[in-house]
């Protein structure tokens, strides 16, 4: 989208520009998970971002690899990067649910949200990144439930989603930071 460098900012990594004609800043925080919120509540209060203005994009394990969903609010779900963000800000932010699936046993989650995609995963992680991407003109401009339905169509139309169908490998759940700890 043609955005300047990263720059270091607001506890991570930030970037502003146009997109889609509107003004948006990017933001990766660089803390630890359960800190996010710091991050992006200061960056919020410099910007005088109201809420409902906010999209988190995090991983699901409670949504099949490469689905995508959106709403606004909820709970954290056990996921400590919104727990923070909902301490420091209130839960009434857009989140972009991506999912990685479950791993089957409640004892494996958290090795399994560590620990980096398995390589049969990485062509529909790379696949869905860009599409996520290429439409997220309509998150900026609040067509959360048109971004939606063409993320899905276009995941289907590769090949990745269908009726029976789900990304290859066993799930994976890895986080923009190679699913580390850190956001």
Known sequence: ?????????????????????????????ETYMNE????????AQFYKVP???IVVLHDELDLPPGKVRLKTG??????NGLRSIGAHMG???????IGIG?????????????????????????TLCDTI?????????????????????????KGFLGPDKEPAGDGGAKGAAGKGERA
């Open 36 to 43: 996010s919120g710091r991050a992006v509540q200061e960056a």
């Open 74 to 79: 909820g709970g954290a779900a056990g996921h």
């Open 133 to 157: 991407a290429d439409n997220a003109g309509l998150l900026a401009k609040g067509q959360d439930s048109t971004f939606q339905n063409k993320v899905h169509l276009a995941m289907q139309a």
């Open 1 to 29: 989208h043609g955005f300047p460098p990263w720059r270091k900012r607001f506890h991570g990594q930030a970037t502003e520009g146009p997109l889609a004609g509107e003004r948006v800043m990017l933001l990766m925080p």
């Open 102 to 126: 479950h791993p089957g046993i409640k004892e494996m989650v958290q090795h399994y949200v560590l620990q980096d995609f398995a390589k049969a995963e990485r062509e529909w992680v790379a």
């Open 51 to 53: 809420l409902a203005d």
């Open 91 to 97: 839960n009434d932010f857009r989140r972009v649910r």
